[in-house]
């Protein structure tokens, strides 16, 4: 796809080299793998600094906390809003890591101030007019595929960003609408190899949303890995049954370091660099 003459700013042959985006000091698209972790949603100052603390024990370099959920009911919990960005940076200021949230409208931009990573859900990916305001700050953004987007489609959307001059994106695979009803969404592992194919762009994945179930999520990171995805984003609660969204998905602390040991086996043994495998 192309503007006018020149390749899309996202697209490998207008930058033949990936593009390393920082995340506070965690650097995607350098060929490591990083993993994002934590709730679905920010609930309460407690659970945001528990899950924090067992999340960079077990292995995430990144803690995830939503503060505005774009939920399919306007009867679902929405968020705790200015107060979950304000105890999520709690959570930052108390274990180190940088941290990414969903933002839902430029008019809380403000309050992203200090969230290190601006999330662009599934549901908002062609919300033009939010991308453009994204890509007037100088802050990355974790772009979400809309479950019933193309890659082109997403594609454009980084471009919505890019073309503003904000250059650091990172792309999200988090699976698609299609006629399976076994899972939640179905994960496109082909969308990874594509969008490395086609973009110097980092590309992730997000297994928890995928699949819906979280006796599902370790097969979908292993699968993520093998395919080339430079990082994951997992749900994880301490306590997935009283979760105020999305407990279903979610893996539990302990599991959570079992699977990011896995993981991060799988991850060097692809890179060969067995030294740190052993
Ligand atoms: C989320 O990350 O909590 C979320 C709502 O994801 P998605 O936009 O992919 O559904
Ligand atoms: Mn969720």
Redo the contacts with the bound molecule.
């Keep these: 796809m192309q503007n006018n003459q020149n390749p899309l700013k996202a697209s490998r042959q207008s930058h033949a080299n990936n593009t390393l985006v920082a995340v506070g000091d965690v650097v995607f698209g350098n060929g490591s793998l990083n993993i994002i972790a934590g709730p ?1 949603a920010v609930e309460s100052e407690l659970q945001i600094l528990d899950i924090a603390e067992a999340v960079k024990s077990g292995g995430a370099s990144v803690l ?1 906390g ?1 503060a505005f ?2 939920r399919t009911s306007p009867y679902s919990f929405q968020g705790l809003r200015d107060l979950g960005i304000e105890l999520l940076l709690k959570a930052k200021a108390a274990t180190g890591m940088p941290v990414v949230s ?1 933002i839902t409208s430029s008019e809380q931009l403000p309050l992203f101030e200090y969230v290190d990573l601006i ?1 662009i ?3 908002n990916m062609q919300n033009f007019e939010l991308l453009k305001a994204l890509g007037h700050i100088n802050k990355p953004v974790l772009l ?1 595929r809309g479950f019933g987007n193309t890659i082109d489609e997403i594609l454009c959307s980084a471009e919505y960003i890019m073309s503003g001059g904000n250059k650091n994106v990172i792309l999200c695979e ?1 699976g698609i609408r299609t006629f399976e009803t076994a899972v939640r969404y179905t994960l496109d592992i082909s969308a990874v190899a594509i969008l490395k194919e086609r973009s110097h762009l980092p590309v992730i994945v ?1 297994p928890s ?1 995928a699949a819906g179930d979280k006796r599902l999520v370790e097969a979908l990171c292993m699968a993520s890995v093998a395919a080339g995805a430079d990082g994951l ?1 997992i ?1 994880v609660h301490n306590d997935p049954a009283a979760a105020l969204s ?1 407990g279903r998905q979610a893996v539990t602390p302990d599991e959570f370091s079992a699977l990011s040991n896995k993981i991060t086996a799988l991850s060097c043994f692809l890179t060969n660099d067995l030294k740190e495998y052993r």
Excluded: T, Y
Aim: hydrophobic share 10%.
């Design positions: 679905c995830r939503g959920k774009p969903e999330q859900g599934a549901r979400k988090r997000d949303h984003i749900e999305d």
